[in-house]
């Protein structure tokens, strides 16, 4: 099973860089809208740390789908799906392998967001800043397992991926919230709670997301099959 998970995370990763197009994309639309939020500000106004926070997850989560949109495509243009089915190992595999390949792509992306959302939104970090960098890693490992699995079910049919594009957003919920609650404790908001109850949120969130995962994936992935 690792050896198939890696296998698949190496061929995403290795296909989507050469191809480029695909997280250009991501790249794109998540800049887009952090400098779209920015006009919002006027001269000398600084954006709040909670809407920075906001505008610096919002653009991830859009990344988030288009990156795992991209990943499931791979498969699809030749249905080399079959052959990934046809594997001896665990088909769970193919959805641990994607959500790393996601992963490192949007963490990829972020690195680039981040010094734009500062740089945009006029923000500097505080002392929490290593409870962000853990609630950044936390969250991020939420929406690939999340949005691993959605990427495999919005395959096959061009209107029922867009609704489920759309679906992903509330399923994201808490675990968006608790990315801005300790994003913008990082960027220097004063919290009394401190960030130790958003970091349990996203550890729940990541658990129950992560199981659904494994049992759900091998039913998902092969229904059209």
């Not at 505008?55 to 249905?79: D, M, R």
């Not at 970090?125 to 990427?151: I, R």
């Amino acid at each position: 099973m690792l050896r198939l998970t890696w296998a698949v995370a190496r061929k995403d990763l290795a296909l989507t860089l050469a191809r480029g197009s695909g997280l250009v994309q991501a790249l794109l639309l998540g800049l887009l809208l952090l400098f779209v939020f920015s006009l919002s500000q006027g001269i000398g106004e600084r954006m709040s740390p909670q809407g920075a926070a906001a505008v610096f997850w919002l653009s991830s989560a859009f990344c988030q789908v288009l990156i795992f949109n991209q990943l499931y495509a791979l498969e699809e243009v030749n249905n080399a799906r079959l052959g990934l089915l046809l594997s001896p190992a665990p088909i769970q595999a193919v959805w641990l392998g994607k959500a790393l390949a996601g992963l490192a792509l949007l963490l990829l992306a972020q690195i680039v967001f981040l010094p734009a959302a500062v740089v945009f939104l006029s923000q500097s970090f505080g002392a929490a800043w290593p409870a962000g960098l853990a609630a950044l890693l936390l969250v991020d490992l939420g929406m690939c397992a999340l949005g691993s699995l959605l990427g495999a079910l919005a395959q096959g049919q061009a209107a029922r991926e867009s609704l489920l594009s759309i679906v992903l957003f509330p399923l994201l919920t808490p675990l968006l919230l608790a990315g801005i609650g300790v994003g913008a404790q990082a960027l220097g908001a004063a919290s009394p709670d401190g960030p130790d109850s958003w970091l349990a949120l996203a550890c729940a969130f990541d658990a129950v997301f992560l199981g659904a995962g494994l049992l759900l994936f091998a039913f998902i992935y092969a229904g059209d099959e």
